[in-house]
């Protein structure tokens, strides 16, 4: 297997996540819109609608070389396009060195890249919306439970754990976890601690990585978000802003105008009011037995245990305001989660090290 990835070839797996990283900016782009992913089958540009070919779609370069525009209408074109075919390129990278050239476990680097794939969509919708689709974290599970499946076929024995089967130990892990600091922040503080979309993240992050290493994930997403968290927060400066609907689908006052923020602010402020403990208790319940995955091909399913439509159209979501200090968690969440993607060996050596230090000889 050494002589099948040779050291230069990280460059092509890296290159072939850039190739990802651009079919991710049309999930990052179509699902939270309730958009086709096959309809229409060509990407396209948002502004002008005019169908992109390839002088517009090789990853990185084409946004830098035609300086951050639309070819044919000249619109500015977000630099979320580059960042995330750059994020996409350097993880899978990363993941090829690790497990092709430096080891020889094909299904892990698969299994590992389409899980990174997931959580870098996961990462610049909810920065921008406040929001996870049910359709990514869904995956994310589904991709934990197909490296358990071949896990066990290949009578491997990190497949068990806890004398159930990892993945769902995983699963049970990411749930209990965030789901747990959702409760304790409700209570405590009489305020909503944490999305539910992170604690559906979680289950899949725990699915695909297992317990030890998914609750290393949150830990390292803690210190991801105090660091990071900060910066962004004085970014941000004095805004005020409306979270859960995106620009392009905020009510404007007349067409052609600003929407109206601070108005709009003030108002959902006025009327914003932490969840009740029962409804979170049932959601958590639904989280654990997956019935929001099910409800992805179940409708009524869903609605009857959540109360809620499965789909909610961007313009019909829920709007809050976003205060100065409001910093979503998931991001950084996803962003612990690649890291032990990547770094699993050296981040739980670091662990036992520390264990050895704090109590010499239990390890």
């Given at each position: 297997?050494?002589?099948?990835?040779?050291?230069?070839?990280?460059?092509?797996?890296?290159?072939?996540?850039?190739?990802?990283?651009?079919?991710?900016?049309?999930?990052?782009?179509?699902?939270?819109r309730?958009?086709?992913?096959?309809?229409?089958?060509?990407?396209?540009?948002p502004?002008?609608?005019?169908?992109?070919?390839?002088?517009?779609?090789?990853p990185m370069?084409?946004?830098?070389?035609?300086?951050?525009?639309?070819?044919?209408?000249?619109?500015?074109?977000?630099?979320?396009?580059?960042?995330?075919?750059?994020?996409?390129?350097?993880?899978?990278?990363?993941?090829?060195?690790?497990?092709?050239?430096?080891?020889?476990?094909?299904?892990?680097?698969?299994?590992?890249?389409?899980?990174?794939?997931?959580?870098?969509?996961?990462?610049?919708?909810?920065?921008?919306?406040?929001?996870?689709?049910?359709?990514?974290?869904?995956f994310?599970?589904?991709?934990?439970?197909?490296?358990?499946?071949?896990?066990?076929?290949?009578?491997?024995?990190?497949?068990?754990?806890?004398?159930?089967?990892?993945?769902?130990?995983?699963?049970?892990?990411?749930?209990?976890?965030?789901?747990?600091?959702?409760?304790?922040?409700?209570?405590?503080?009489?305020?909503?601690?944490?999305?539910?979309?992170?604690?559906?993240?979680?289950?899949?992050?725990?699915?695909?990585?297992?317990?030890?290493?998914?609750?290393?994930?949150?830990?390292?997403?803690?210190?991801?978000?105090?660091v990071?968290?900060?910066?962004?927060?004085?970014?941000?400066?004095?805004?005020?802003?409306?979270?859960?609907?995106?620009?392009?689908?905020?009510?404007?006052?007349?067409?052609?105008?600003?929407?109206?923020v601070?108005s709009?602010?003030?108002?959902?402020?006025?009327?914003?009011?932490?969840?009740?403990?029962?409804?979170?208790l049932?959601?958590?319940?639904?989280?654990?037995?997956?019935?929001d995955?099910?409800g992805?091909?179940?409708?009524?399913?869903?609605?009857?245990?959540?109360?809620?439509?499965?789909?909610?159209?961007?313009?019909?979501?829920?709007?809050?305001?976003?205060?100065?200090t409001?910093?979503?968690?998931?991001?950084?969440?996803?962003?612990?989660?690649?890291?032990?993607?990547?770094?699993?060996?050296?981040?739980?050596?670091?662990?036992?090290?520390?264990?050895?230090?704090?109590?010499?000889?239990?390890?």
């Amino acid at each position: 297997m050494q002589e099948l990835f040779p050291t230069w070839t990280w460059l092509i797996g890296a290159w072939i996540g850039a190739f990802f990283g651009s079919f991710l900016n049309v999930v990052i782009y179509r699902i939270p819109r309730g958009l086709s992913l096959n309809e229409p089958k060509n990407s396209f540009c948002p502004k002008c609608k005019h169908r992109l070919m390839v002088p517009d779609l090789v990853p990185m370069l084409s946004w830098v070389f035609l300086g951050g525009k639309c070819r044919h209408c000249r619109a500015k074109v977000s630099s979320r396009y580059f960042f995330v075919e750059l994020l996409t390129f350097a993880i899978w990278g990363a993941l090829w060195y690790r497990f092709l050239v430096q080891g020889s476990d094909i299904a892990m680097f698969l299994a590992y890249a389409a899980a990174g794939s997931a959580l870098v969509a996961i990462i610049f919708i909810d920065l921008e919306l406040y929001i996870i689709p049910d359709q990514i974290n869904g995956f994310l599970w589904l991709v934990g439970i197909l490296l358990n499946v071949w896990l066990f076929i290949a009578g491997r024995p990190e497949a068990m754990t806890w004398g159930m089967p990892s993945a769902l130990a995983g699963w049970l892990t990411g749930v209990g976890a965030i789901w747990g600091i959702a409760i304790f922040g409700r209570v405590l503080f009489g305020k909503d601690a944490m999305g539910h979309g992170d604690i559906k993240m979680a289950r899949g992050v725990g699915a695909v990585v297992f317990p030890a290493a998914a609750l290393m994930s949150f830990g390292v997403a803690v210190l991801f978000g105090a660091v990071f968290g900060i910066v962004q927060i004085l970014a941000r400066g004095g805004e005020r802003r409306v979270g859960g609907v995106p620009s392009d689908v905020l009510n404007t006052k007349e067409p052609g105008s600003e929407p109206d923020v601070e108005s709009s602010a003030s108002e959902i402020e006025a009327d914003w009011e932490p969840e009740p403990i029962p409804v979170l208790l049932k959601c958590g319940l639904g989280y654990l037995l997956c019935v929001d995955i099910a409800g992805l091909y179940v409708p009524r399913l869903y609605e009857r245990w959540f109360g809620e439509p499965q789909f909610v159209p961007l313009e019909e979501e829920e709007a809050f305001e976003v205060e100065r200090t409001m910093i979503p968690f998931g991001p950084y969440l996803a962003l612990g989660a690649i890291a032990v993607l990547i770094f699993q060996k050296e981040l739980l050596g670091l662990v036992d090290a520390y264990l050895n230090w704090v109590a010499p000889g239990t390890r």
